[in-house]
């Protein structure tokens, strides 16, 4: 019997660089093996494990994702991924968007919610929560900027270029 | 036969007919546990769940469920007596059709999804039996000139010798009738199916008691149905048709044991064919000969 | 008739094994969509493994679930000892992969039993289940435990075969072989079984990689995939290959699942002949520090095991994919559409072991 030697490889993406290279591996017609969450460091370690069925090699790409940032799901690549994808946020809080098929935490018939996040972290995640919501609150209350200066956030003059009406 | 004879035989059959029934069910348990190498229940089983049963408290989502099935087993019981009175068969089988509309309204009243489709295909067994049974009567008078049990009987020659393909008609359907696999849709002996218990799930305590009664009733009419192909004027023919009424039985146990459930549209299609064909055929010949 | 209605079926339900719970959308008798629902039988094993000492924690993993339950306890130690390189010695190495073929086997037994039960056919459930207690009686002669074995530790195994108790094994799997080939004529040739069983369910093998399927559910759509062939433990030194079908319905699953029990028993005999002489375990010094994942094949399909530890005697975190959370999309899939007489067999068909998939 030939023995195929696994290769198992892990690669670290920021959260942006998400979606596409779960695009690219549904692609190259990987499978999707699992999702797994951790806490780790006040922090969300977010683990996609894509397979190769003919090479059996494995492939982990790790997300770090903050107590209170959302990420998108991948439910448009890999239409089965909701069922991991409600699990970890039923059972860690962590918070994904536009899940195909959201339970919204009524997947796992269970009455606690956020069962495996402890308690330092739900507090870490309230103080980050606090912190984040001055600093919202003190961006609106800055003072409007001087007339002068060109406002970069406005948009551009649109020049018309008046045509003369022929034959009228 | 004289009015005595016929008023013993229906206070008999009232009396006697529950526990012969629940014997038969008993024995029935017995042997197809050891077909499948299990010790298996004692044979008085059946009565001690029956008296189990009428001892509990009543939780039914609608009232008139008792109602209904008292009903459905009236109508059962007074079938079987007319039958033992000695009168006509046709009228026996018609009877039997309108109780089990009353077995449908118990199970459809209490809204439960299970209990309505096992309901709706206790439907659909009728309408598999009925041109079965509805054959063999035309069968009887066809054969031995009346349709009156006194009658047939009393013939001469054994009803079966003129009609045999009524016979393997009705015994195709029996399996049918006694709920037994491959047809066991509507409800089937073991609770291991996708209606839980079909027609009988939202039933319990004394209205499930009465549905097994009845079922016992039944299974001792269709007995005496299968008796009176056999029976003649000799005396002899009285021991033939207890022997054969205990080798259908036996045949019943050996076809649940080695089948799987079908579904219903299978049985409609099979019972319907059984019948067109060998009854059929029978009645073309009858009529020929 | 034509009006839709929601059965709840499950999660106390007679022809589930194991507690369900699935919103069946039913029109006509047809079910138009399944909506499952889990966690009746949740215990919250994952964290548990930041309360109990790496060691201890096997025996927790194992108790996963009763009918896979060694291959839990193996998939454990086989993640801790990857993650502390920890080298085990052969001989333990051939233990596990024998006690985990008899495994296999008592689990496709049940599942066979169960699926004969499903469509009707009480006798053949209770053949089934009486060649599997032979198996169950080989499991408590060597290991002590007829379902939950506990002879796994982290570096090799607790527990030896000795002469006598190869002598039993050679001979009550000749008796089982022997037997189970009377069974298969009905299982495989019987004319209900047909009807209820062939063209039922069917998934072609692009929906079934496109949904993720794993196990045998996935081999009998012909999709050539058991963990079995990286060669973890002694897989690499025996002789075998996957079986799978080409057609993908429910009778193609009965069918991959008994030609795998016949698999196992060659795979035993051929372990038992090869095994060496040698320790059963080695110790394990120092305390786990990073992370490893590590997959396994269990009886129903490939389960993943993730550890990640912190260099204490707690792991940060245990994380078990099970092959039955990775079919439940399958079953939703072949439930669209389906009779609802079909129902029980199709749920049965994907081999389902909830207690596993919520932990």
Redesign the interface.
Known sequence: MTVIEPVQKYEDIPAGDLLVTVMRKRQAEFRLVQICCAVVNNQYEVIYSFADDESYELTNIRVMVGLNETIPSICDSYPYANYYENEMSEMFGLKIEMIDGDYHGKFYRIEATEPFLSKKAKEERAVEAEEIRKAAEEAANMPAPEKDAPDPASKPEIKVIKKEGGGE | MTTAVRVIFVVLYVLLAPLIGALLAGIDRKISAR????IGPPVLQPLYDVIKLLKKQVIAVDRSQGFLIVSYMILTVITGCLFFAGVDVLMVFFILGTSSVFLYLAAVVTGS??SS?GAQRELVQDMAIEPALLFSAVGFYLATGSFEVGSIIGGPVSAIVKMPGFFAAFLFVLTIKMRK??F??AQ?T?????L?KGITTEMGAKNLAYFEITEWYETVLMMAVVAIYIINSHPASIIAAIVVILLVYFLEILID????????K?MLVLSWTVTLISAGVNLILLMVI | MGKK?V??FGPQ???LPEPIHLDLV?ED?VVEEAIPNIGFIHRGLEGLAEKKDFNEMVYVAERTCGICSFGHGMGYCEAVEKLMNVEVPERAKYLRTIWMEFSRMHSHLLWLGLT????????LF??CW?IREWVLDIMEKTTGGRIIFSVNQVGGVHRDLDEDQIRFMKGELDRIERDLKNCEKTLFE?A??Q??TRGIGVLSKQQIHDLGAVGPFARASGLKYDMRMTGYEAYGNLDFEPVISDEGDCYARILVRTKEIYQSIRLIRQALDQMPAGELSVPVKGMPKGEAMVRVEQPRGEAVYYVNGENTRFLNRFRIRTPTFANLPGLCQMLQGA??????ILVVSIDPCISCTER
């Not at chain 3, 009779?339 to 029980?344: E, K, S």
Request: proline letters at 5%; aromatic letters at 8%; a negative charge.
């Open positions: 077909m499948q190498r299990r999804a299970m489709m696999s491959p066991d849709t089937g073991h609770a291991h199916q996708e839980v044991n080695t089948c799987a459930r079908l579904k219903w299978d | 209605s059965i709840p339900h007679p022809v039913v008798e004969a039960d499903a469509f009707g056919f009480e006798s209770y053949e009486r019987d209900t079984v009807k209820r009779n609802y007489a079909d129902v029980g």
